[in-house]
Structures are given as structure tokens and as C-alpha cells.
């Protein structure tokens, strides 16, 4: 993968759950949808040429909590995946994550249902 592909998926993970803690979760075995995310918030930072989103909410499935959160891009769009495991002490369905979104990436969905929660703006 060149630079360019891998500053396209760069996703930092600033928080999961509560207080910064790493996730507590055995291995992923579900994938959140936006409408299973409440609220779920993307803030668009407006940085320059590339754009930097913030998106961040909470997981709607109480049995569940955030294992991960990555990015998978597929042409001119960016899709983002907040994986879902069993609890293993403790963790949250909470997710706060910093996304760089590359001036060629027009779209950027969420979820397996891809559910577009930004467009950039000519």
C-alpha cells in the first residue's frame, strides 16, 4: 500500500468507551448500523486539502460493546466499521474516532448498510 492509500485509511481511535480505556470485548461479532447509533454525530473539521472528520455515539445494543472501529475504502468512497463484541470486564457501545478524509474520497458511509452520514462539497 503507498503513503497516499494508507494516509486515505487512517483512522485514529481517540477514545473507546468511557475514559480512553482500551476495549474490552472478546472478538467482534457484530458490525453497527447508523440506525442502531444514537446519536450518532459527524463534525467536519474543514481542515485543508484534506478534510478531517469527527464522528463519535453510542452502540444501541446494551449486550454489546465497541471491540474497534477501522475504515475500508472502495473507489471515491470511505466506509467506516465500529465493530461490536461481547463484554469481557466491562467496556462500553461508546465510540469517539478522528477520520482524515483524502480531497478524492467524495462520500463516506457507515456500517455494512453503508448509510452516507457525509458528502464533501464541491
Not at 485543508?48 to 449486550?63: E, H, K, M, T
Amino acid at each position: 500500500m503507498n503513503r497516499s492509500a494508507a494516509m486515505a485509511l487512517y483512522l485514529i481511535t481517540s477514545a473507546l468507551a468511557c475514559a480512553h480505556s482500551a476495549p474490552s470485548a472478546t472478538t467482534a461479532s457484530a458490525v453497527a448500523e447508523a440506525k442502531d447509533v444514537r446519536p450518532l454525530d459527524v463534525r467536519d473539521a474543514g481542515a485543508s486539502p484534506n478534510d478531517v472528520l469527527y464522528i463519535s455515539g453510542v452502540a444501541a445494543r446494551g449486550d454489546l460493546v465497541v471491540a474497534g472501529v477501522r475504515s475500508v475504502q472502495a473507489g471515491d468512497s470511505l466506509n467506516v466499521l465500529v465493530s461490536l463484541g461481547e463484554p469481557a470486564g466491562g467496556g462500553s457501545g461508546r465510540f469517539q474516532s478522528t477520520l482524515e478524509v483524502l480531497s478524492r474520497i467524495r462520500t463516506v458511509t457507515f456500517g455494512n448498510e453503508k448509510t452516507v452520514i457525509w458528502t464533501r462539497r464541491e
